[in-house]
């Protein structure tokens, strides 16, 4: 029972003394606090209920569950908005560049004109990884997936800065960031060398952000390679709407990693590893692989829309869909509009385009699609983009990692900042066993 909140009601998510929730369980009556957040939304406080009732919630995957409170990034996925520190996506990946905007999510305000030049002088100058890590990429194999060499290699950062590991260090924490959002596309762009057995290319650093990605990958010691401005800003617009998307899958393990007081190349790694998913960062790579199948069965659309609706059937109309959207979503908004003007600029006619324009039209009209509110959601069209641009599949994930990496240290640096942080220790209820007795091997 919640009494529902007045506009006046908003108050930086305060604990509302006014506002409570009460409890029926069996005769007793329990009351709970209310707290709402900046733009209305209410939570329960229930921290006292396990003490007071003796019960705890269940919640599978966290869906109706607020781990903390964050100042990061909004999103309503209701009416299809997402903010980040209260600038909308669309204004940002208009106006913004991927540093600026990692230094407002990491740091809670768009920087001034000295702030940035000291930012993105920083970032720039820890480009490169020691040299010894490159044995890593030697004796791994060629093939292996590059987001087993992000996390392993990222993980591994912590061994080369033993000095600034500590969470509670502010120096400490923010030369690892700038080492972290330095080094993480040379990571990723070594991977990819070694995959197709050319020669590692160093990072340059009068580059920026996105051009640094394109040289690194895809230019060769033999020839001259310009990067192409459009496309280098085309790949930080696709950088800027993954960077960051409040309490997710990967954002949350950051988080709960951190809560162990873990140093941020652990976390970070962690946030990787839990990335790589289908159904979460892997979503990009499984809807280029989902269009491939569509197009090489080349059949119509219809058979595979009444598989993802089929129960028994475990395939999904991957990059449809989302936790909090039931709306469009405006990342993929942004992308479908950017794949149209990417592969335009590169004279590419790529027919999964087509095909995925298609099954969107398709699905918005099929009722399953719209009685559950499943849209195109972000992973929908940056695979297409990525491609045009010569990335292999396997490095969409990758990218991905790449773009959240800001979200994943805003998030943990919020996470050490605040006082009421403590280490993340879901509650269960054990359905197993009631106590046995052992039975000795031989009476088995
Ligand atoms: N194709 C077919 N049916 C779907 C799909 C889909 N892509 N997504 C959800 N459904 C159905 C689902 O079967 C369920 O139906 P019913 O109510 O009849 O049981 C209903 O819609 C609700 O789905 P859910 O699985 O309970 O929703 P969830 O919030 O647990 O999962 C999701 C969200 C993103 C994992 C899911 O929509 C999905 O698997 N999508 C495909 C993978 C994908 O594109 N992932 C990228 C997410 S966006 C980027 C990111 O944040 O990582």
Redesign the pocket.
């Known amino acids: 029972m919640l009494n529902p909140p007045r506009d006046d009601d908003v108050n930086n998510g305060e604990t509302m003394s006014a506002k409570n929730a009460k409890l029926l369980l069996d005769d007793a009556e329990y009351q709970f606090p209310v707290v709402q957040g900046t733009e209305g939304e209410l939570g329960i406080d229930i921290r006292a209920l396990r003490s007071t009732a003796g019960a705890i919630t269940l919640d599978e995957?966290y869906?109706n569950t607020g781990s903390t409170r964050s100042a990061i990034t909004f999103v309503d996925g209701r009416r299809g908005i997402l903010r980040y520190r209260g600038y909308p996506i669309e204004d940002l990946c208009e106006k913004s560049s991927f540093i600026e905007v990692a230094y407002l999510l990491i740091f809670g305000e768009l920087p001034g004109q000295e702030q940035f030049a000291y930012f993105d002088r920083s970032v720039r100058r820890h480009s490169m990884i020691m040299e010894d890590i490159k044995q890593y990429y030697d004796v791994w194999p060629r093939k292996g997936h590059p987001m087993a060499y992000l996390s392993s290699i990222v993980s591994a950062l912590s061994t080369y800065y033993e000095d600034s590991l500590d969470p509670f260090d502010p120096r400490q924490v923010e030369i690892s960031v700038h080492r972290l959002l330095a080094k993480l596309p040379t990571i990723a762009a070594y991977a990819y060398k070694k995959s197709v057995g050319q020669p590692k290319i160093y990072p340059l650093n009068r580059l920026g952000y996105g051009e640094n990605i394109l040289h690194m990958m895809f230019a060769v010691p033999t020839e001259e390679y310009e990067v192409d401005k459009e496309i280098a800003r085309a790949l930080e617009q696709a950088l800027i709407v993954h960077a960051d998307?409040e309490q997710?899958?990967?954002t949350s393990t950051v988080r709960m990693v951190g809560s162990s007081y873990a140093n941020i190349f652990a976390s970070i790694a962690a946030g990787v590893l839990a990335?790589w998913g289908?159904?979460?960062?892997?979503?990009?790579q499984?809807?280029i692989e989902m269009l491939e199948r569509i197009h090489s069965d080349g059949g119509g659309l219809n058979k595979w829309i009444d598989r993802?609706?089929d129960?028994d059937d475990a395939?999904?109309?991957?990059?449809?869909?989302?936790?909090?959207?039931q709306n469009y979503?405006p990342r993929a908004t942004i992308l479908k509009e950017a794949s149209h003007r990417v592969l335009d600029k590169l004279g590419v006619h790529d027919p999964l385009l087509e095909i995925a324009l298609e099954l969107e039209e398709v699905a918005l009209k099929d009722s399953?699609?719209v009685e559950?509110k499943?849209y195109p959601?972000?992973?929908?069209y940056s695979g297409i983009i990525y491609k045009a641009m010569g990335f292999p599949v396997k490095m969409f994930p990758v990218l991905?990692a790449i773009g959240r990496l800001p979200g994943w240290i805003a998030h943990w640096k919020e996470m050490f900042e605040s006082e009421e942080t403590r280490i993340s220790r879901p509650r269960q209820i054990y359905n197993g066993y009631p106590e046995r007795k052992y039975l000795p091997l031989e009476k088995r």
């Not at 289908?278 to 990009?284: Q, S």
């Not at 959601?377 to 929908?380: E, R």
């Open positions: 995957g869906a998307h997710n899958c990967s990335l289908p159904l979460h960062g892997g979503a990009n499984a809807v993802a609706k129960k395939f999904r109309l991957m990059g449809f869909g989302h936790r909090v959207y979503d399953y699609f559950r499943l959601n972000v992973d929908f991905f």
